[in-house]
């Protein structure tokens, strides 16, 4: 219950943060953020229904969607992403004199602020829905990042609203927007970055008992010390960036002076949980 008070708030603060993205710095200049988001603004820009609104409405066959390929929890939490972005959205006013005057400079502000928050929803266990949600699908069957396939989405919707406009400046200026937002979010949600840990333990059985907890496989190694030609198992697993906090106090706890070694992985090929 904890743990889903705690991630629940993460994903509310993440919503606030979406919106302040939106209304301070992307709406005044008439950008985009990409995405379901990118298609709401347009739609606000150049119709009379409201962005936060037409946000809530083409939310809703994404989450649907979602709702029976990604599980209850994620879609719980994306699903109160959504309701409360778009109540921030209607929430914070658009200042009437313009905080950042130039567009790039505010393209900037608002893609850091629109990545921080989906990358809180996404280490909270959700999302903040739209383009996020088809990522998800991808990178739940591909081991691709989360934000480059966000961009990829995102950026053909800015080239579309290029295209159907002429608005070519503010196409380009909201890609620089979107880029920044798939990099912060790469940067905060980091489970899709693999590592490789070798654990030189004395400890082996009391380590393989907490390792073997995990959701990840063990492969014990016999090996022998070039010096002491002293007998020594070495444990090899493959995690997440994401799990390795996790993973240093087990090891800490169970066997202080084990020697580990921690590398980045390159790629995966096999058998590899990936959720």
Do not use: C
């Not at 990604?70 to 921030?88: M, Q």
């Amino acid at each position: 219950m904890y743990k889903l008070i705690s991630h629940s708030l993460a994903v509310i603060l993440g919503a606030a943060l979406i919106a302040a993205g939106f209304n301070l710095f992307l709406i005044p200049h008439k950008l985009l953020s990409g995405g379901v988001s990118g298609l709401s603004m347009l739609t606000g820009y150049f119709t009379s229904f409201s962005i936060s609104t037409m946000y809530l409405v083409y939310n809703i066959p994404l989450l649907i969607a979602g709702l029976f390929l990604l599980g209850k929890r994620y879609i719980g939490l994306s699903i109160l992403s959504v309701v409360t972005t778009t109540w921030f959205i209607a929430l914070i006013p658009v200042p009437a004199k313009m905080l950042a005057q130039d567009a790039l400079l505010a393209s900037v502000f608002g893609g850091v602020l629109v990545g921080l928050g989906a990358g809180i929803s996404f280490r909270a266990g959700g999302s903040s829905g739209g383009f996020d949600i088809l990522g998800s699908l991808v990178t739940k069957y591909r081991d691709f990042p989360v934000g480059s396939v966000i961009v990829v989405l995102n950026t053909l919707v800015v080239l579309a609203m290029g295209y159907l406009n002429g608005e070519w400046n503010l196409a380009l200026a909201s890609m620089v927007s979107i880029y920044l937002s798939g990099k912060v979010v790469d940067y905060i949600h980091i489970s899709h970055v693999k590592v490789t840990l070798f654990i030189i333990t004395n400890q082996t059985d009391a380590m393989l008992e907490k390792l073997l907890g995990l959701p990840r496989g063990v492969t014990l190694i016999k090996t022998e010390g070039a010096f002491s030609h002293k007998e020594k198992d070495m444990l090899m697993t493959v995690t997440t960036k994401y799990e390795l906090a996790e993973l240093r106090e087990i090891i800490k706890a169970t066997d202080p002076t084990a020697f580990v070694n921690i590398v980045e992985t390159v790629g995966v090929m096999g058998s590899f949980r990936r959720s």
